[in-house]
């Protein structure tokens, strides 16, 4: 990123650079994000810089929500979907009709992208730590595209952790191979649990890929009736993994791999290579996720 200098002068607090020829504004870059790390805001976009070729290929096409906390994590944090008054002319957005079933139905949203570095950049400078995209993607001359992947979130209910989520993730991604999905990609979701994403051999439509993984999640739970659910009542959670597979509705988002997460620690949702998927299995901090990044490759990149 090359500055340019603002009108008047430049400071430290507030200055325009060159970021692939597009010009991006920022401000107060040794904001600290995450508290509890010291984490600054110019380090979330060094964690970017290192992750942009992974992650812009989980962005591409797919209309972004943010979830911003200006004044760091532990602050207000701010829901955006739309986007902003004042956001760059290159910023790409598409006016699009809301999904049925949802508050904004009836209404026309207007939707950004993030398409480079210099969108990445934009989104880190508003405070945007959390990226969320739908399953579905939008054509080049903004037609709405059917679902390219399938997820299964695999949530773990009080007295279960990461090692159940392991053990239900190995259930779903074989009886995904039955399905004849060869390829599922898990990321631990920077929180509690995990997701599993199946890329699609040919997309489909939104209702249909959700109803396959209701059928599939419905049908692991009675099988493992001691280990997997399929409802979200509270309840009968006690020591079971969750399959939600209600993520497929096309009016859903969930976080984008390979972003970050408005935890007490900057923790990633990571891509994971299924050797790692087992007891023991942690969550990745920004710095261990674009680590593995260079050493083992993007899980997504076959």
């Keep these: 990123m090359t500055p340019r200098g603002d009108a008047g002068g430049a400071s430290p607090e507030r200055q325009t650079v060159d970021v692939g020829g597009r010009p991006v504004r920022l401000t107060h870059l040794d904001k600290v994000l995450y508290p509890a790390t010291g984490t600054t805001k110019a380090e979330v976009m060094d964690y970017l810089v290192q992750v942009e070729p992974a992650i812009l290929r989980q962005l591409r096409d797919r209309p972004v929500t943010r979830i911003r906390w200006p004044d760091g994590v532990g602050g207000e944090k701010f829901f955006e979907k739309n986007t902003p008054r ?6 790409r957005h598409q006016r699009l009709p809301a999904s049925p079933g949802t508050d904004d139905q009836g209404t026309i949203l207007d939707l950004p992208f993030l398409d480079d570095l210099a969108g990445l950049m934009w989104a880190a400078n508003s405070g945007a730590l959390e990226l969320h995209t739908p399953q579905w993607t939008v054509g080049p001359r903004g037609g709405l595209r059917d679902a390219d992947r399938l997820v299964v979130d695999l949530d773990p209910g009080p007295g279960a952790g990461l090692d159940e989520c392991a053990r239900v993730a190995h259930l779903v991604a074989d009886r995904l191979r039955d399905d004849g999905l060869e390829h599922t990609v898990p990321v631990t979701s920077g929180s509690k649990g995990l997701q599993l994403y199946a890329p699609l051999p040919r997309p489909r439509a939104a209702t249909a890929v959700r109803q396959d993984a209701r059928t599939l999640a419905l049908a692991l739970a009675a099988e493992h009736p001691d280990l997997v659910v399929a409802v979200q009542r509270k309840d009968v959670r006690g020591g079971k ?16 791999p390979w ?32 680590a593995r990044l260079v050493r083992d490759g993007d899980p997504f990149d076959v």
Excluded: M, Y
């Design 86 to 91: 004042g956001a760059p002319s290159w910023l």
């Design 241 to 256: 993994v969750l399959l939600d597979w209600s993520q497929n509705h096309p009016a859903k988002t969930t976080i984008t």
């Design 259 to 290: 972003s970050l997460r408005g935890r007490d620690r900057p923790t990633v949702a990571a891509p994971r290579h299924w050797d790692e998927i087992g007891p023991g299995l942690a969550q990745l901090t920004a710095g261990e996720a674009a």
